[in-house]
DNA sequence: GGCGTCACG
DNA sequence: ACGTACGTGACGCCG
């Protein structure tokens, strides 16, 4: 080992500690000598933990500050690297690199909380990690029993171990800009706790799965591995075509240039010259022009007693006047080049030169997964400006789609066993014209396009829990109407009705929904005596297992096919899920096997009686491979 | 930081 | 009489 890896020699500092209630050991480590030890010891271990310090949240865009470890439920190990602090630092890629042997070893088994952002940040130096067997928020996550309950670090110290944390925020004491500012000696403090905290969650945690097996299988056979599937899609990113959408982005400004000045002349003639230095972007102040200058009807109040002018809203007033629907236009070139253009292209990464979203897997209260810094799941599907035509596959590869076809009705039709929907699957009837041929009380072959579409909100409908009002507000029909619809929905699909009925008892009971493979969703508003709160309770009692389930079986199909492609050495890599949908980019020699392994695995996710049906695209860009 | 709005499944 | 569809994330405005 050479005395390079220092600036200078230096002994390193360990000194008891008392943060808040618990004493504790911290070492921080500073020297060759101390690095050695502590290897000695991680090497040793069956277990440890580990916590990163990054100078910022994008684990592949900012740098490492410095490393924890905790292997007992005593001490804390801080490595600083890249404190702004002038005393001496091991050096980051060389301290790396001797601890290499240790992230590598797939014996020593690896806890994180929240792994997949360390992994990323070690991934980004190069370092690989073997062995991530626990994730504290992940299985926090998993034991949750409020949603409104968080679920950081410093949260779940004081929950399960009665021991309160600084927060980050106490930390930077709101005069240092990012970590590496912090004093080395307030971070050995506060990162080696970190460690340590993170170390003793896991075995309390552990217990607590343990004691729901279905959760613990859940944890371990789903959660935890697609933890690692997720850390490779991030990882990957997908390639943005600057210029394309840049292009895009021009075009755009043409246009809301167009509205915006013809909405400014139909002004200028007709009304006040006040009006022309509005701002459409402002709610508050369109709405004082709709409503007291022009004296439209109020069509909707908003949640705070205000008048709505929300796109509904707009809709119905373009009837009569004809600048709401030059602000809807407004509104949508507006949205579009703020959130799809200028900020997508502040999002490549300038080293990798591709966008990498975050997903995550705690955050939606069913199951799903959130994407974020950029939300890659809420790209406009429209082909009127085609953004998504901008994330193009790289130079000889391609992407490929691969999409559940009605997935939440076949996890309705397995998990009510209803006889008429799984038929109707299992001869690939079209189901929407099937609810509209029992609605409508037409045969099959006689269903007309307006009653299909009828029959497919309706279908859609009965998975958000659908009422009479909701339903004639929606299809535009009278209540009475609606309510016969309804009646024959379940008419037909008695075994639904049964299974909904069911299933808000037994979540009455217990207090909690849940998927097939048994991740709960804790309801406390089923105890509610207002009506309505108590209607919006029921109705995520019966969304959630559809929902969840449905995320449970393309996040199986996730698993099994990361495993196959790597397995098989094959290039193609996942790179986005859209709840329903995979998205791969690969070679062009790829795509037929991918293309069948994709199919065969999502297909056969799980082994029901209701099939599970694929759709696979191919295309160069992401609007080619988009329905 | 809350609110209104709107993009997606 | 009343009035909401289920699940998200990000923007601009406004205080």
Aim: glycine share 4%.
């Amino acid at each position: 080992m050479q005395l390079s890896l220092f600036d200078k020699p230096q002994k390193s500092i360990s000194k008891e500690v008392k943060t808040k209630k618990l004493k504790w050991k911290c070492h921080t480590i500073t020297d060759k000598k101390d690095l050695e030890k502590l290897i000695n010891n991680l090497k040793k271990s069956k277990e440890i933990a580990i916590d990163t310090e990054t100078d910022g949240l994008r684990p592949l865009k900012n740098e490492l500050v410095g490393i924890s470890f905790a292997f007992n439920k005593k001490e804390g190990y801080y490595i600083p690297f890249a404190h702004k602090e002038d005393t001496p630092q091991l050096n980051r890629q060389k301290t790396l690199e001797i601890l290499k042997p240790i992230f590598k070893n797939s014996k020593i088994k690896k806890i994180f909380h929240n792994a997949k952002f360390d992994l990323l940040v070690l991934k980004h130096y190069g370092i690989d990690v073997e062995n991530v067997f626990f994730d504290t928020l992940i299985a926090a996550n998993l034991l949750r029993k409020d949603e409104g309950e968080k679920i950081n670090l410093k949260f779940l110290s004081t929950k399960y171990l009665k021991e309160p944390m600084y927060t980050f925020k106490q930390i930077m004491k709101g005069k240092y800009k990012d970590f590496s500012q912090v004093p080395i000696k307030a971070a050995s403090e506060y990162s080696a706790y970190d460690s340590l905290q993170t170390f003793k969650l896991k075995q309390v945690l552990e217990k607590g799965l343990k004691q729901i097996p279905e959760l613990y299988k859940i944890f371990k056979n789903l959660e935890m591995p697609l933890s690692n599937v997720l850390f490779k899609m991030e990882l990957t990113g997908i390639k943005l075509n600057k210029e394309k959408l840049e292009e895009i982005g021009k075009k755009i400004d043409k246009e809301l240039n167009k509205v915006e000045t013809k909405i400014f002349a139909t002004i200028e003639n007709k009304y006040p010259k006040k009006w022309l230095s509005m701002n459409l972007n402002s709610p508050q102040q369109v709405q004082n022009f709709l409503f007291d200058e022009l004296k439209l009807p109020v069509v909707k109040k908003t949640i705070k007693g205000q008048r709505g002018t929300g796109q509904e809203v707009l809709e119905e007033l373009s009837k009569i006047h004809p600048i709401p629907g030059m602000i809807l236009k407004f509104r949508e070139l507006s949205k579009l080049k703020s959130t799809y253009i200028k900020s997508l292209i502040k999002e490549i990464n300038p080293k990798t030169g591709r966008i990498h979203t975050s997903f995550s897997q705690t955050l939606v209260a069913t199951g799903r997964l959130a994407s974020s810094t950029p939300n890659l799941q809420n790209i406009p599907a429209t082909t009127d400006h085609g953004i998504r035509s901008a994330f193009e596959a790289e130079r000889g590869n391609l992407f490929l789609s691969a999409d559940y076809s009605q997935v939440e009705l076949r996890v309705l039709a397995q998990m009510t066993k209803d006889k008429n929907l799984i038929a109707a699957f299992k001869d690939s009837t079209d189901i929407h014209k099937k609810t509209a041929s029992q609605i409508f009380n037409v045969p099959i072959e006689k269903v007309t396009k307006q009653q299909r579409q009828v029959g497919k909100r309706i279908n859609f409908s009965i998975i958000y829990g659908l009422t009479p009002y909701g339903l004639s507000k929606d299809l535009g029909i009278k209540l009475s109407k609606a309510k016969e619809y309804i009646e024959k929905y379940f008419d037909t699909y008695k075994n639904v009705a049964k299974w909904i009925e069911k299933t808000i008892k037994e979540a009455k009971e217990k207090g909690y929904t849940k998927t097939l493979m048994g991740k709960r969703r804790y309801i406390s508003e089923l105890k509610e005596k207002n009506r309505t709160l108590y209607q919006a309770a029921t109705r995520i009692a019966i969304n959630t297992p559809v929902q969840g389930t449905s995320a449970e079986i393309i996040k199986k199909a996730m698993i099994k096919i990361n495993k196959i492609l790597e397995d098989k050495k094959l290039k193609a890599k996942m790179i986005l899920q859209i709840h329903d949908e995979l998205i791969l980019e690969l070679p062009k020699e790829e795509v037929k096997k991918v293309e069948k392994i994709v199919k065969e695995e999502m297909e056969n996710a799980v082994k029901w009686v209701v099939p599970l049906e694929v759709a696979i695209n191919i295309g160069k860009n992401w609007e080619k491979v988009t329905k």
